[in-house]
């Protein structure tokens, strides 16, 4: 018994001593390191050098070596690019950034004390490939947790890849970091406007701005991006009930995409909200005023009205009626203007189409079939839907092998109980799908 108690202390001792070897540590991460470069399937391998090298990041003799945090990076690096332990580290990318930062600032506080500045910096290739490395981690960690509306991640991992080139200016210089993919996507681009839009989902539309507004003011955005991008900036600012900041970029935005829906609609939802929907509208009669013969500018108003509308009938919402006269008078006038028109045609058969729904609703309501209400929901049904198939057969001569238009001529004969013309578009339907294939 004496001599196993012994041998128990013997065991202790030792194990106390290696726990306490923070250097011992640092060469079995990179032994581990490289062992796992050299054969990626042994990701233990890559564990081990994990636990080893974040006992040395945290032991006092060894936390102020920039060895340490540049090893720890490349380690998480690699964590981050290994799908297995990936998923039992998603902050890997966060981690691997930090580190060589860390490892960064030390080594610059180094070169101060000798008055010397950050060109000299040593392990240029490690601190370069490094920071590439968690560029291309960061980014792709990122758009993995905006797919997955984790937006905090998302954030933190753009707006990580922002810190880069900043840093490394100067010690890189003569041959600066490449954030630029060899599909030529530029990633710190791409970082603001993702870091942005992760923002603007965590409800700060002021960071959202910062990142933003500069890409705006460029046009470092794609075309067809940026009148979305400015109106989700304004409905941010809206959400967090600054609906004066809301109506500056929308003002801005408006002057150099006049005619964009999205625009517009986030525009009259703040006219809504501070109850000026009246000066909002003579604005924008204003401008049909001044281009009258614009029929895409008609039209877009109309659809405008039309996605009020929408909203306000499936929260049975009493002012939907209105939006719905609004809608049909401007798809109407754009009709006027071109006669083939053919977005216009179409909406005037959907709209009236949308609005049938909300009267069978009403009549699946009513239990009483003898109820007077019921035969009066029942009448406005039908007449709402032979408005909506007078539009669409209309439409359908425009264009007489749109799907779009088959489909819905197809559910207004079936709701009609017309079986005759219901397997006439039903056919055209296959037909159609068919010859597209």
Not at 63 to 75: S, T
Not at 324 to 346: C, Q, T
Not at 368 to 377: A, I, L, N
């Amino acid at each position: 018994m004496k001599k196993y108690f012994l041998g128990f202390l013997f065991l202790i001792v030792i194990y106390s001593t290696n726990a306490q070897n923070p250097k011992t540590s640092i060469t079995n991460a990179a032994m581990s390191l490289e062992m796992y470069e050299t054969d990626p399937s042994k990701f233990q391998e890559l564990q081990k050098a994990k636990d080893d090298i974040d006992y040395a990041a945290g032991h006092e003799k060894t936390e102020i070596d920039p060895r340490v945090w540049r090893y720890r990076g490349k380690i998480y690096n690699k964590i981050a690019f290994n799908a297995k332990l990936k998923a039992e580290n998603k902050n890997a990318s966060l981690i691997a950034l930090e580190s060589f930062i860390k490892s960064w600032d030390l080594e610059i506080a180094k070169l101060e004390e000798k008055a010397k500045g950050p060109s000299k910096i040593p392990a240029k290739i490690d601190f370069r490939t490094g920071f590439e490395d968690a560029c291309r981690a960061l980014y792709n960690s990122g758009a993995d947790a905006y797919n997955q509306q984790d937006y905090e991640l998302s954030y933190n991992c753009f707006t990580g890849i922002l810190k880069i080139k900043p840093l490394t200016a100067k010690g890189l210089e003569k041959k600066p970091v490449n954030l630029v993919t060899a599909s030529k996507i530029d990633m710190e681009q791409e970082a603001a406007r993702l870091g942005g839009m992760s923002a603007i989902q965590l409800g700060n539309p002021k960071d959202a701005e910062l990142l933003l507004m500069p890409l705006l003011d460029n046009k470092k955005i794609t075309d067809d991006l940026i009148p979305t991008t400015y109106s989700m900036l304004a409905n941010a600012y809206q959400k967090s009930g600054n609906n004066t900041k809301a109506s500056q970029i929308l003002a801005k935005a408006r002057k150099l995409y006049p005619t964009n829906q999205s625009l517009l609609i986030a525009e009259i939802n703040i006219a809504l909200a501070e109850g000026r929907l009246s000066e909002i509208e003579g604005k924008l009669k204003q401008a049909v005023e001044g281009d009258r013969g614009n029929v895409e500018l008609h039209f877009v108003l109309g659809n405008v009205y039309d996605e009020l509308f929408r909203a306000k009938i499936e929260n049975d919402d009493p002012s939907a009626n209105d939006f719905f006269n609004k809608a049909v008078d401007w798809y109407s006038k754009a009709k006027d203007i071109d006669k083939k028109h053919f977005n216009s045609a179409y909406s005037l058969g959907a709209i009236h189409v949308n609005y049938s729904n909300s009267f069978a609703k009403k009549m699946n309501n009513i239990t009483d079939m003898k109820d007077p209400k019921f035969k009066e929901y029942e009448n406005k049904y039908f007449e709402l839907l032979d408005f909506g198939l007078v539009h669409l057969l209309y439409a359908e001569e425009i264009k007489p092998n749109d799907i779009g238009v088959a489909i819905a001529l197809k559910e207004v004969y079936g709701r009609k109980n017309d079986e005759s013309n219901y397997l006439k578009y039903k056919n055209k339907v296959l037909e159609i799908q068919n010859n597209r294939n």
